[in-house]
C-alpha cells in the first residue's frame, strides 16, 4: 500500500475514533525512512513530521528545507540537553520535556534564536517499563519553576504505552494522562493546556477515543 493511502485510512480513523477529529493532529513519524518517501508523505497530505534522533532530524531538516514550505518537525525522542542547540531554531514542538534542567536548556536555547518553543511533558504512567518520562510527583514539584520559563509555551503532556501491555491498561494510562491534563488546567494551569501527545501504530484507535490530540504514527505510514 502506498504511503498516501495509508496517511488517508488514519486521517479516517481519526473522525471515526475520535470525539473531536478537528482538534486532532497526525504527526508522521519518520525514524523508519529518507527524505525521498518523507516527499511522499508531505505530497499525501502529511505537514507534521516526527523524529526521536537530534542528528538524523537535522539532516532530514536540511534535506526538505526548500521542499515543501508548510511542514513542522516535532521532536519525540529522549533529548539529551547537549543537543537542544542544534534543533532550537526551528523545531516546532518537544514532546520529550522529562526533567527541569531540560526545560531550563529548551527555555534558554529558544531564547537565543528570540522565538518560543512549544513543548510537552511527558509524563512515566507506566512507571515499571518506561524510564523516560517525568516522575508524576517529581512534575508536580517543579510546576512553579517552569512556569517561570517565559520561552516555553508547556501546550500539554505526551506519554508512551509499553508494547507488551493489553488493551485495558493502555486505555487506564491514556485516560490518567486526560484526567490529569484537566485537573493540572485548573489547578495551575489556566487552560492552557490543549494537548495529549499519545498513541502509536498499535494503539492510536484507543489514544483518539481517550481524546488525543497528537497521535504519533510510524509504521502503520511507512511499512
Ligand atoms: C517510533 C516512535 C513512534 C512511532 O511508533 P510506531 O509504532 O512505528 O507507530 C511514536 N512515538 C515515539 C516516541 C517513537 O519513538
Known amino acids: ?12 480513523d481519526i473522525k471515526k475514533y475520535s ?12 525514524k523508519y525512512v529518507d527524505t525521498t518517501i518523507i516527499k511522499e508523505a508531505l505530497e499525501g497530505g502529511a505537514y507534521l513530521l516526527g523524529e526521536n534522533k537530534v542528528q538524523v532530524l537535522t539532516k532530514k531538516y536540511d534535506e526538505l528545507i526548500d521542499f515543501d514550505l508548510k511542514h513542522k518537525w516535532h521532536f519525540i525522542g529522549n ?3 547537549n543537543k537542544v542547540k542544534y534543533i532550537a531554531s526551528f523545531i516546532d514542538t518537544i514532546h520529550s520535556v522529562n526533567k527541569l534542567s531540560l ?26 517499563d518506561n524510564k523516560e518520562g517525568y516522575v508524576y510527583t517529581d512534575f508536580l514539584n517543579d510546576i512553579p519553576s517552569l ?11 505526551m506519554t508512551m ?12 494510562g491514556f485516560k490518567k494522562l486526560r484526567e490529569l491534563k484537566d485537573e493540572l488546567n485548573i489547578l495551575y494551569f489556566n487552560n492552557t493546556l490543549t494537548e ?28
Open 1 to 12: 500500500m502506498s504511503v498516501s493511502k495509508n496517511i488517508n485510512n488514519i486521517t479516517l
Open 19 to 30: 470525539p473531536h477529529p478537528e482538534k486532532v493532529n497526525l504527526i508522521s513519524v519518520t
Open 79 to 81: 533529548l539529551q540537553k
Open 103 to 128: 526545560a531550563v536548556e529548551i527555555n534558554k536555547r529558544a531564547q537565543d534564536h528570540k522565538r518560543k518553543i512549544d513543548v510537552l511533558i511527558e509524563i512515566n504512567l507506566f512507571e515499571e
Open 147 to 157: 512556569l517561570e520559563l517565559k520561552n516555553i509555551n508547556i501546550k500539554g503532556f
Open 161 to 172: 504505552a509499553p508494547y507488551n501491555y493489553n488493551e485495558d491498561l493502555i486505555r487506564g
Open 196 to 223: 495529549l501527545s499519545m498513541g502509536m501504530s498499535n494503539d492510536y484507535k484507543i489514544a483518539l477515543e481517550e481524546g488525543a490530540t497528537f497521535i504519533r504514527v510510524g509504521s502503520k505510514i511507512f511499512e
